[in-house]
């Protein structure tokens, strides 16, 4: 049974839903949004070309690489990224490393990386050792990881994904050995060491937006482009309802108490 006091609920469903539709079929037909220059994004080529340039090998890890879990969203969205990295890396044939501490994400991410090669004719130059699985065990992963960051020296060192507490210790290692450091998380208990460890930090939604981005895909930047429009008018909702409530009329308020519950 329908009833009144839901009814803004289903207004703003089937307004979303409208200009996501509108927006898509708009991408369909060649539309580009604009989207602003992403600051880590646009520093993915200059960490692999300083790898180019000081022969060391680039470090990637995608955090936990959760796949059946509430961050499987944060796991794709990295390995979006990495696609782009191991392009990069087989462009200028820069060593990368990508290390791993759930064996489920083994054999996407080699086949991620391996298409990457294929794409850029270098298929080659792929082999599945460049995906390491070093341990199950979180801890026992990021000593691994940290000891090879060391060992290696690596010139760039790339995490995006969901990340623990072993994202300050990944840092901290890279930072030991002078790398150039590009991170993202929608975790936000791990964002902070991020922005102070790393140089360069996707920051929550940027690292869904990050992959569209890089690809250029019209569909998916138009839905990214949906969601702000969306944004936008909560927004002005908000600040409009804020300033009459402060000259003392409730009517925005008392509308949404109404037909919002």
Same mark, same amino acid.
């Given at each position: 049974m329908f009833k009144a006091e839901t009814s803004l609920t289903l207004v703003v469903f089937l307004g979303l839903v409208t200009i996501s539709i509108y927006l898509i079929s708009k991408g369909k037909k060649g539309y580009l949004p604009y989207v602003r220059p992403i600051a880590a994004v646009e520093s993915?080529?200059?960490a692999v070309g300083r790898a180019a340039e000081m022969g060391r090998p680039v470090h990637f890890a995608p955090g936990s690489g959760e796949l059946d879990s509430e961050y499987a969203s944060q796991t794709i969205a990295g390995l979006q990224?990495? /696609?782009e990295v191991a392009r990069l890396? /087989?462009?200028y044939d820069v060593e990368l490393i990508v290390t791993l501490w759930k064996s489920v994400s083994v054999p996407i991410c080699q086949e991620v990386v391996r298409q990457s090669y294929l794409e850029e004719g270098?298929?080659?130059?792929?082999t599945p050792e460049i995906v390491r699985f070093l341990s199950d065990d979180q801890m026992a992963y990021t000593a691994n990881a940290m000891g090879l960051i060391q060992q290696r020296e690596v010139a760039s060192n790339i995490l995006i994904g969901p990340f623990y507490m072993e994202s300050l210790m990944l840092a901290e290692a890279a930072h030991q050995v002078g790398s150039i450091q590009i991170a993202g998380t929608a975790r936000m208990y791990?964002?902070? !060491? !991020?922005? /102070?460890?790393c140089d360069y930090t996707l920051l929550g939604e940027e690292m869904y937006a990050a992959g569209s981005y890089i690809g250029k895909d019209a569909i998916r930047l138009a839905s990214i482009q949906a969601i702000d429009w969306a944004k936008i008018v909560f927004l002005a909702v908000i600040i409009l309802g804020a300033v009459l409530e402060t000259a003392g009329v409730s009517i925005i308020g008392d509308f949404i108490k109404a037909y919002g519950n």
């Amino acid at each position: 049974m329908f009833k009144a006091e839901t009814s803004l609920t289903l207004v703003v469903f089937l307004g979303l839903v409208t200009i996501s539709i509108y927006l898509i079929s708009k991408g369909k037909k060649g539309y580009l949004p604009y989207v602003r220059p992403i600051a880590a994004v646009e520093s993915l080529e200059e960490a692999v070309g300083r790898a180019a340039e000081m022969g060391r090998p680039v470090h990637f890890a995608p955090g936990s690489g959760e796949l059946d879990s509430e961050y499987a969203s944060q796991t794709i969205a990295g390995l979006q990224i990495l /696609a782009e990295v191991a392009r990069l890396c /087989a462009r200028y044939d820069v060593e990368l490393i990508v290390t791993l501490w759930k064996s489920v994400s083994v054999p996407i991410c080699q086949e991620v990386v391996r298409q990457s090669y294929l794409e850029e004719g270098k298929i080659d130059a792929y082999t599945p050792e460049i995906v390491r699985f070093l341990s199950d065990d979180q801890m026992a992963y990021t000593a691994n990881a940290m000891g090879l960051i060391q060992q290696r020296e690596v010139a760039s060192n790339i995490l995006i994904g969901p990340f623990y507490m072993e994202s300050l210790m990944l840092a901290e290692a890279a930072h030991q050995v002078g790398s150039i450091q590009i991170a993202g998380t929608a975790r936000m208990y791990q964002l902070p !060491f !991020f922005v /102070a460890a790393c140089d360069y930090t996707l920051l929550g939604e940027e690292m869904y937006a990050a992959g569209s981005y890089i690809g250029k895909d019209a569909i998916r930047l138009a839905s990214i482009q949906a969601i702000d429009w969306a944004k936008i008018v909560f927004l002005a909702v908000i600040i409009l309802g804020a300033v009459l409530e402060t000259a003392g009329v409730s009517i925005i308020g008392d509308f949404i108490k109404a037909y919002g519950n």
